[in-house]
């Protein structure tokens, strides 16, 4: 059917479809305290650096300015920079200045090649920075995205995106302007057991897809808007969806290899409780695919942990538990074809995504998890959240643009 081979081609093409897309924004109906504004925070607990600084490799290795020195940048990113093949950090941005020096020393960054925010625009001058690698909190990556391209750089941007469609759109057009390129950090595209249940998926292994469920959920300890940026709607949105559930929605898109044309939702709120003052805690929702097939999605910040994925075939079982982690995956299928998997490291999924990104600034290779892949999921979530809102089911477009 001529539907569903248009949903089916945006998920691959998605690129080529985004040009035409206008913005349909549904916000939840939160409350923030605070504006966001840019803060530098103490060296992160169990901060793992080097010993002795990294060193390049290639003469065409890309430099990255990296910007937020916060947890995932220093304990994920930075230490594995050196296994990809052409990267190495050749400048650092950052809030907090006795951080910056500290990590530029371990690092072996110039001190004339440490930022901080205010000083970023300076960046344009300074020919060892080729791209800008932002892990900062969400509400300020559209910002620093646009800024960079703006500088001349190329950007690898952390998911979620933006905030909102809207952002994405100005960060797409941004790099449009400026003939550089736009990627967003979806790690599990580079990941081994990911990579290959979308192309078991993708073979049929286990018959035709019936149902999909994810759960990517964990239980916070106490913290409030002020302490914990991803409890504060200003810098983070609707709380778990776009932190840790993104990794359903991902999910449930490639491996199915479809998109929904319609999510019914629900989310959580406990009252009293001073973590979720401005956030949801829970996020749960079901879509619907034009082949049929139904994906239940759940995501929280207050619930036992889940890092699950599984795929329900006419013939068989995906199963996913830990899905979507740094590393541990592992993955099996029930039912006829059953067997377990091991694919490969799920660690080099980092240097992967890094490697792809490259490639893309040295010989012109496609990104596969573009601005149009990030913009696609925020429109999802705005589905949802418009979804939940309203009690009501919505309706989506082939690109995820909700039809009411
Ligand atoms: P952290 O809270 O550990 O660090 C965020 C850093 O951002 C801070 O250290 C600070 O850097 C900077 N910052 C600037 N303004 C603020 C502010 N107002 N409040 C808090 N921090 C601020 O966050 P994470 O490292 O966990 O997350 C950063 C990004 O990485 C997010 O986009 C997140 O979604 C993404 N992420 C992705 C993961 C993945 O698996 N792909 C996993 C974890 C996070 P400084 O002190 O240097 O100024």
Known sequence: MPHIISRRSFIGTSGALAATLTTTAGAASLQSSTTA?????PLPAGARLPATPPRRKRDDSVGIAIVGLGGYALNQIMPRIEQAQRAHISALVSGNPEKLAQVGTAYGVPADARYAYEDFDRIAA????????????TAFH??????????????L???????SSAECEAMIAAGRRANRTLMIAYRCHFEPYNVEAM???????VGAIRLIRTDQSYRAGPTTPAQNWRFNRALAGGGPLEDYGLYGVQSALYLSGEMPDSISATTFQPKGDPRFTEIFAHVGAQWTFPSGAVAQLATAYDSAGANFGQVRGTDGTLIMDPATSYSGQRMRIEGRNARDFTPGDPTVQFAGQLDHFTSAIRDGTPILTDGEMGLRDLRLIEATYASARTGRTVRLAPDGRMLG
């Not at 300074?126 to 909190?137: G, M, Q, S, T």
């Open 199 to 205: 192309r078991l998926m993708r073979e049929r292994a």
């Open 142 to 155: 559209a910002d620093f995205t646009i800024r960079a391209f703006a500088a001349g750089k190329h950007v």
């Open 157 to 163: 941007c952390e998911k979620p995106m933006a905030l």
């Open 37 to 41: 504004r840019l803060k530098g925070l």
């Open 126 to 137: 300074d020919d060892r920075i080729d791209a800008v690698y932002i892990i900062l909190p």
